[in-house]
């Protein structure tokens, strides 16, 4: 009996410490928890509106998702409209201002943003697994010297849409060729239809129509490369002329020089005009309008000009939307975390909803995503791009090829003047 007890006596202290010393790790975890810094990180980009504009909606949705579930690590977001973004974050990078997290178009817009030393270098924060995510080629603009400073958001891709039922109505043929697309213009035109659609008062609409009829003509890598050849002059003039053509058919809107692009887009939305060049952006739009329009509404490939060097596998656009991380961040690893999260359901999100083509592998059922997206996926398999030419040029120069466009579209300028102009750009 005697021995019973001791063992009892002895037992009960060290149970004792031992649920002390439990219950003192448990407070010490707790503690951890709730003593564990608080940080905000800040967020730019340029979707403002997020009760009309759906790809602003997404991503503020995105990011209240990642607060959600990141209690110690919350974003701020500040939205500004694209273009006034621009001069926004070249002020924040002159005066070392810049946000944790931002947005930026790739190539020429922010390669000086990278030379300047400002932007992260995320090679050692992107493990194989995150690249293995990334659909092939989407690293390419925002890549310099094997250094990756940007995370692709979406792919962009230039996007021509018809609308059938106005073709039907008026007995013309949508045309799957150059020639068959000039004379569907001169047939609406004599119709009393309005062919094409460009809202020019936002002048970087413009340069869609010449960008893609360059690239028609000089192809992507020949000796006509509108951006590296050797004969760009001549695919300059080219296109200029091109574009000269259009204009003096009276192929777009008589309003187009006063309207933005949002103000022109009401009148494809109202189902008033037949055709309209833009950026696969677009799709999510029309998911908007009325049942009996966007039924009729179908993309294609721009059409191909015979006599040119290009090809129907060749598009403009590219990932060009990516988000990138300050170097000056105190917070690194957790901004780089936060950019992956965002960009990688932003892919998704805009794929689905038909903002975009997905720049990360879309892994979900595709009966989740916007029909004309899945139309768009297919028409872009095995696809090569050429980067807008605002975005390839980088600001400055992309500022002068815009209003070098705008004087064309307004009659100011001839093809010559043009071409002697851009190949001084380039």
Same mark, same amino acid.
């Not at 400002?118 to 010297?145: A, F, G, P, R, S």
């Not at 998911?287 to 060097?309: A, C, L």
């Given at each position: 009996? $005697? ?33 564990? @810094? ?16 759906? %790809? ?7 990011? !209240? ?17 694209? #273009? ?39 090679? @050692? ?10 659909? +092939? ?8 010297? %094997? ?10 891709? $230039? ?43 936002? %002048? ?33 003039? =080219? ?31 109202? $189902? ?93 059922? +595709? ?35 815009? #209003? ?6 307004? $009659? ?8 002697? !102009?851009?190949? =001084?750009? #380039?």
């Amino acid at each position: 009996m $005697g021995g019973i007890i001791i063992k009892k006596v002895i037992l009960f202290p060290i149970i004792l410490i031992f649920l002390v010393s439990f219950g003192g790790c448990s407070l010490d975890n707790k503690n951890d928890t709730e003593n564990k @810094e608080k940080i905000t990180l800040t967020m730019w980009h340029i979707w403002s509106q997020t009760t009309m504009d759906a %790809n602003g909606r997404i991503i503020q949705d995105t990011v !209240e998702e990642w607060n959600k579930a990141n209690p110690n690590v919350q974003i701020k977001v500040e939205a500004v409209e694209n #273009e006034r973004y621009k001069a926004k974050i070249k002020t924040a990078f002159a005066v070392n201002e810049l946000p944790d997290i931002f947005y930026s178009w790739g190539g020429g817009f922010s390669k000086p943003f990278i030379e300047s030393g400002k932007v992260l270098n995320l090679n @050692e924060y992107i493990d194989e697994d995150t690249k293995d995510k990334i659909n +092939k080629d989407m690293l390419n603009n925002v890549t310099y010297d %094997n250094n990756i400073y940007g995370l692709p958001m979406t792919l962009s891709v $230039g996007t021509f849409y018809c609308n059938t039922k106005l073709f039907s109505q008026a007995n013309i043929k949508v045309p799957e060729n150059y020639d068959e697309f000039l004379d569907a213009i001169k047939a609406f035109r004599n119709k009393g239809i309005t062919p094409l659609l460009v809202g020019e008062k936002d %002048n970087w609409t413009g340069i869609l129509y010449y960008d893609i009829l360059a690239l028609r003509e000089g192809g992507i890598g020949g000796t006509s490369d509108p951006h590296i050849g050797a004969n760009k002059s001549d695919t300059i003039l =080219k296109a200029a002329y091109r574009l000269k053509e259009l204009i003096d058919l009276k192929a777009f809107n008589e309003s187009s020089m006063e309207l933005t692009r949002d103000e022109s887009e009401i009148l494809f939305k109202q $189902g008033k005009i037949p055709m309209y060049y833009t950026g696969n952006w677009f799709i999510g739009e029309i998911g908007n309008m009325d049942p009996s329009i966007k039924e009729n509404v179908i993309v294609k490939k721009f059409p191909i000009v015979k006599e040119g060097d290009g090809n129907d596998r060749e598009f403009l656009g590219g990932a060009v939307d990516h988000l990138m991380v300050s170097n000056n961040t105190k917070y690194k690893k957790e901004a780089v975390d936060a950019a992956k999260f965002i960009a990688e359901r932003i892919s998704k999100r805009y794929f689905e909803f038909g903002s975009g083509l997905p720049a990360w592998k879309y892994t979900d059922d +595709k009966s989740k995503v916007n029909k004309l997206s899945k139309e768009l996926e297919t028409l872009t398999e095995n696809a090569s791009y050429s980067l807008y030419g605002d975005i390839y040029l980088g600001e400055e120069k992309g500022n002068k090829e815009k #209003e070098l466009v705008s004087q064309l579209f307004k $009659g100011q300028i001839s093809p010559e003047e043009f071409t002697k !102009e851009m190949v =001084k750009i #380039e």
